[in-house]
């Protein structure tokens, strides 16, 4: 049964305010985490030479706009959660954006690359969609997306206080280029071990 209107309200809610109430606590769990793969699969994708204007969708406290920006990138930052952003803006020194993926506002092809580590898989399937191509639309000719996800069978639904979906490749590719976008590359991670023991799927899309 499609989910109404309130029904992607709360879940935009109810998620954002998981990361509100634990906005510190994620910042110190999560600062030290090696992204740096996925990092490199988004850059070395995007043509012509760096400094590139990235979207670090989803930017949690700042950890990958620090980065990016240390880099000499052009980065900006989006999140939901008011006090994870004004973490992010602390941390980064970068802007950072205040929407909800039920609000979207982002400018057209005013990116060259997209950053999505770990968090489209918070939008419900339905809408999920409409949210690829408004990344879409606001990449550059030949822009890039990267997404990181944890993988699944299709599975959607609560997980505690956050809403997730846990897409297969076969569905999250049928997604990804419905939406314009022709696939670069896929890996598993954590890198170097067995598939069983790697339950995030990365992936990596250019604008058609």
Not at 27 to 53: M, Y
Not at 60 to 66: A, E, K, V
Not at 77 to 103: I, K, N
Request: aromatic residues 10%; glycine residues 10%; contains cysteine.
């Amino acid at each position: 049964m499609p989910l109404s209107s309130e029904d992607l309200q709360q879940i935009a809610a109810r998620t954002l305010a998981h990361y509100e109430q634990h906005a510190q606590s994620y910042w110190e769990g999560t600062r030290d985490h090696d992204v740096s793969q996925n990092i490199a699969a988004l850059l070395k994708h995007i043509p012509g030479p760096p400094p590139f204007d990235l979207l670090d969708f989803g930017c949690g406290p700042g950890r990958d706009l620090h980065t990016f920006k240390t880099l000499g990138h052009r980065a900006v930052g989006l999140e939901g959660a008011p006090s994870v952003a004004a973490l992010a803006r602390a941390h980064s020194g970068c802007e950072v954006l205040e929407q909800s993926f039920l609000q979207l506002d982002l400018p057209a092809e005013r990116f060259d690359g997209v950053f999505a580590n770990a968090v489209l898989f918070h939008v419900p399937r339905q809408v999920l969609p409409q949210v690829l191509r408004q990344l879409h639309a606001c990449l550059r000719p030949g822009g890039v997306l990267f997404s990181s996800n944890p993988r699944g069978d299709g599975q959607e639904g609560w997980s505690g206080e956050r809403y997730g979906v846990f897409h297969d490749w076969p569905s999250w590719r049928s997604l990804v280029t419905a939406a314009g976008f022709e696939e670069l590359e896929h890996f598993y991670r954590p890198s170097g071990l067995p598939i069983e023991q790697q339950p995030w799927l990365a992936s990596v899309w250019r604008k058609r």
